[in-house]
């Protein structure tokens, strides 16, 4: 085996056995910046020189950490048990009072929003609590620090104690998925060659236990599709997730698929990606394990656009519809699940102008039937479009 010990500057350098004056077969090499470092990694370790000499490459830390574990075993301490802060403690509010955070200067605070005494009700407040923003959890569990070394999470109605912490260096966004299990943070590092990609790294992060469930690796332009913003040209969230509250399936669009991943291994549903060419949007049901995606019109117009809804982990065309002259789409979930409605804005006959209708897809009902709203006055403009939270 050759084994390779990666440091962060540009440096090479071997071993040598005295008497003999042949190499350890091992050596080190130092690269700029630690990015470059992690990608040589990544790109090289595990590669087969031939059938009996595996490429391994290892960080300098790694060693380091190896020196430091104890020569005699000694048993596992075991820690008494603590009860924790019920973290849901402040659903429970006599008033029904709602918490909002702001964060100015170098103060961050929490207050209950009394919207009776039309005054806020302070909870806690921390100087230099984050270096970058703070957000809430999807359902408001947990408050999120960003940090240079990563992001933390704290919990409480009132004390928020720290309860972990998730170690990404230069981290610039993050997200929680809907059911509060996984945490997504994104990282952008510019390469010491202008002529490169912009590097990004994206970690999948399990919120109770810190642990890594997967990390997704490469150029800006392989997270550019898709998403609503971001930074360095990547789309944010890349990450959309679908099956409800136990945060079942992830998926992001690619060029010409739709990559949807399970969360009990991690992986591709199927070991592969959907197929959807010229695919721009996609959008999970909130309830339901059922992905609606969009392709727009193709060849100037002969391929009619569509909306398609595909049922996973089997990858099943439950309904499809073909739309015409369309100029954007845009796709709206009801709350239940029960109804879909897609925003189409469509072109008139002279091409000069756009007119909006919507497609209601019944989604409980047999076959998925298809309603077809449009307004009596075409040159009305349609500025915003919500569902009842509740109701149809």
Same mark, same amino acid.
């Given at each position: 085996?050759?084994?390779?010990?990666?440091?962060?500057?540009?440096?090479?350098?071997?071993?040598?056995?005295?008497?003999?004056?042949? @190499?350890?077969?091992?050596?080190?090499?130092?690269?700029?910046?630690?990015?470059?470092?992690?990608?040589?990694?990544?790109?090289?370790?595990?590669?087969?020189?031939?059938?009996?000499?595996?490429?391994?490459?290892?960080?300098?830390?790694?060693?380091?950490?190896?020196?430091?574990?104890?020569? %005699?075993?000694?048993?596992?301490?075991?820690?008494? +048990?603590?009860?924790?802060?019920?973290?849901?403690?402040?659903?429970?509010?006599?008033?029904?009072?709602?918490?909002?955070?702001?964060?100015?200067?170098?103060?961050?605070?929490?207050?209950?929003?009394?919207?009776?005494?039309?005054?806020?009700?302070?909870? +806690?407040?921390?100087?230099?609590?984050?270096?970058?923003?703070?957000?809430?959890?999807?359902?408001?569990?947990?408050?999120?620090?960003?940090?240079?070394?990563? @992001?933390?999470?704290?919990?409480?109605?009132?004390?928020?104690?720290?309860?972990?912490?998730?170690?990404?260096?230069?981290?610039?966004?993050?997200?929680?998925?809907?059911?509060?299990?996984?945490?997504?943070?994104? =990282?952008?590092?510019?390469?010491?060659?202008?002529?490169?990609?912009?590097?990004?790294?994206?970690?999948?992060?399990?919120?109770?236990?810190?642990?890594?469930?997967?990390?997704?690796?490469?150029? &800006?332009?392989?997270?550019?599709?898709?998403?609503?913003?971001?930074?360095?040209?990547?789309?944010? $969230?890349?990450?959309?997730?679908?099956?409800?509250?136990?945060?079942?399936?992830?998926?992001?669009?690619?060029?010409?698929?739709?990559?949807?991943?399970?969360? %009990?291994?991690?992986?591709?549903?199927?070991?592969?990606?959907?197929?959807? %060419?010229?695919?721009?949007?996609?959008?999970?049901?909130? @309830?339901?394990?059922?992905?609606?995606?969009?392709?727009?019109?193709?060849?100037?117009?002969?391929?009619?656009?569509?909306? =398609?809804?595909?049922?996973? $982990?089997?990858?099943?065309?439950?309904?499809?519809?073909?739309?015409?002259?369309?100029?954007?789409?845009?796709?709206?979930?009801?709350?239940?699940?029960?109804?879909? &409605?897609?925003?189409?804005?469509?072109?008139?006959?002279?091409?000069?102008?756009? +007119?909006?209708?919507?497609?209601?897809?019944?989604?409980?009902?047999?076959?998925?039937?298809? %309603?077809?709203?449009?307004?009596?006055?075409?040159?009305?403009?349609?500025?915003?479009?919500?569902?009842?939270?509740?109701?149809?």
């Amino acid at each position: 085996m050759v084994r390779l010990v990666l440091l962060r500057r540009m440096a090479f350098g071997c071993l040598l056995i005295p008497d003999t004056h042949k @190499t350890l077969r091992y050596c080190f090499i130092e690269y700029n910046t630690p990015q470059e470092a992690e990608l040589a990694k990544e790109k090289t370790n595990g590669y087969k020189l031939d059938r009996a000499h595996i490429f391994a490459v290892n960080m300098i830390q790694d060693f380091n950490r190896f020196m430091k574990v104890p020569d %005699e075993w000694a048993p596992l301490e075991i820690r008494p +048990y603590v009860p924790g802060e019920n973290l849901q403690s402040w659903l429970a509010d006599e008033k029904a009072r709602d918490q909002f955070v702001i964060r100015a200067s170098s103060d961050t605070e929490v207050f209950w929003n009394d919207a009776r005494h039309l005054k806020p009700d302070p909870v +806690y407040k921390r100087a230099y609590w984050t270096e970058s923003f703070v957000q809430w959890s999807s359902l408001g569990t947990y408050l999120a620090t960003v940090h240079r070394q990563g @992001t933390a999470v704290w919990g409480g109605a009132s004390t928020f104690n720290q309860l972990m912490r998730y170690a990404h260096p230069q981290v610039k966004l993050i997200d929680f998925s809907p059911g509060e299990k996984y945490l997504v943070t994104y =990282s952008g590092h510019e390469p010491s060659n202008p002529r490169d990609a912009n590097r990004v790294v994206i970690n999948i992060f399990d919120v109770r236990t810190g642990k890594v469930m997967r990390d997704f690796k490469g150029s &800006a332009d392989e997270f550019a599709i898709g998403g609503t913003g971001g930074v360095a040209g990547v789309s944010w $969230p890349v990450f959309k997730w679908g099956g409800g509250k136990d945060d079942k399936y992830f998926a992001k669009i690619g060029k010409n698929m739709i990559s949807v991943y399970e969360t %009990e291994s991690f992986s591709l549903v199927d070991k592969k990606s959907l197929k959807a %060419e010229s695919v721009v949007d996609f959008s999970w049901s909130p @309830t339901d394990p059922i992905l609606a995606f969009y392709v727009p019109e193709l060849g100037g117009g002969n391929q009619p656009a569509r909306v =398609s809804l595909v049922q996973i $982990p089997s990858k099943e065309e439950l309904r499809q519809k073909n739309l015409f002259s369309v100029s954007d789409c845009k796709l709206y979930w009801q709350s239940n699940g029960d109804y879909l &409605a897609v925003k189409v804005d469509r072109y008139t006959k002279t091409k000069k102008s756009t +007119y909006t209708g919507f497609e209601l897809f019944r989604i409980k009902e047999r076959d998925i039937p298809i %309603e077809v709203l449009e307004l009596d006055n075409k040159n009305d403009k349609i500025i915003a479009f919500a569902w009842e939270p509740k109701g149809p």
